[in-house]
């Protein structure tokens, strides 16, 4: 199975600040990987399918890149709604895997 | 508005079996796949299951085959996964998730807020 790892772990940031947050595949996933958000004691939400397009109802200040084994998640301004944990995922194969994830946390 | 309302978790013995329910509305049910996601606690999201919308595919996790199933009844708008033979490490939220497209792959665009299972003696 593909394996996704993310970095940094907890990334500790002020509101207003930019965020990027790193995930690496094991093997190629081309450009078939999503980004979710997660607040506590909440489900999570489709933020970012396809690398980089944007699901319905996500500001244009979450941006995703990349292809083939590494991405970024950049938030270009963070807002108080922000801070939550992130997670990708791929979808190039069986079975779909997550990244451990990343908490971006107020600094 | 898109609901998913999952139900059916609870407490039970190692070995047990439970059967998680997942109520859905406002969407076509029967026309896209749908899966069950679990999060243990304190832990990330691990992919369980999909079916497809037609019921005639369904796919598992290692960890899970050969003890959980998976089924839907697009009369009733319901998904399910039954599951036997628990284990400790199967404690966790289960969230049912909608898939965003017929073709899209594993991309949920639409959770439930989950259903706690806990195994434990």
């Known amino acids: 199975e593909i394996v996704l790892t993310q970095s940094p772990a907890t990334l500790s940031l002020s509101p207003g600040e930019r965020a990027t947050l790193s995930c690496r595949a094991s093997q190629s996933v081309s450009s078939q990987l999503a980004w979710y958000q997660q607040k506590p004691g909440q489900a999570p939400r489709l933020l970012i399918y396809d690398a980089s397009n944007r699901a319905a109802g996500i500001p244009a200040r979450l941006s995703g890149s990349g292809s083939g084994t590494d991405f970024t998640l950049t938030i270009s301004s963070l807002e108080p709604e922000d801070f939550a944990v992130y997670y990708c995922?791929?979808?190039?194969?069986?079975?779909?895997?997550f990244g451990g994830g990343t908490k971006v946390e107020i600094k | 508005e898109v609901q998913l309302v999952e139900s059916g978790g609870g407490l039970v013995q190692p070995g047990g079996s439970l059967r998680l329910s997942c109520a859905a509305s406002?969407?076509?049910?029967?026309?896209?796949?749908m899966g069950w996601v679990r999060q243990a606690p304190g832990k990330g999201l691990e992919w369980v299951s999909t079916i497809s919308g037609s019921t005639t595919k369904t796919y598992y996790a290692d960890s899970v085959k050969g003890r959980f199933t998976i089924s839907r009844d697009n009369s009733k708008n319901t998904l399910y996964l039954q599951m036997n033979s628990l284990r400790a490490e199967d404690t966790a939220l289960y969230y049912c998730?909608?898939?965003?497209?017929?073709?899209?792959?594993?991309?949920?665009?639409?959770w439930g807020q989950g259903t706690l299972v806990t195994v434990s003696s």
């Open positions: 998730a909608k898939y965003f497209s017929v073709n899209s792959g594993s991309i949920f665009d639409y």
């Open positions: 995922q791929q979808r190039i194969s069986w079975p779909p895997t």
């Open positions: 406002g969407f076509t049910f029967s026309t896209y796949p």
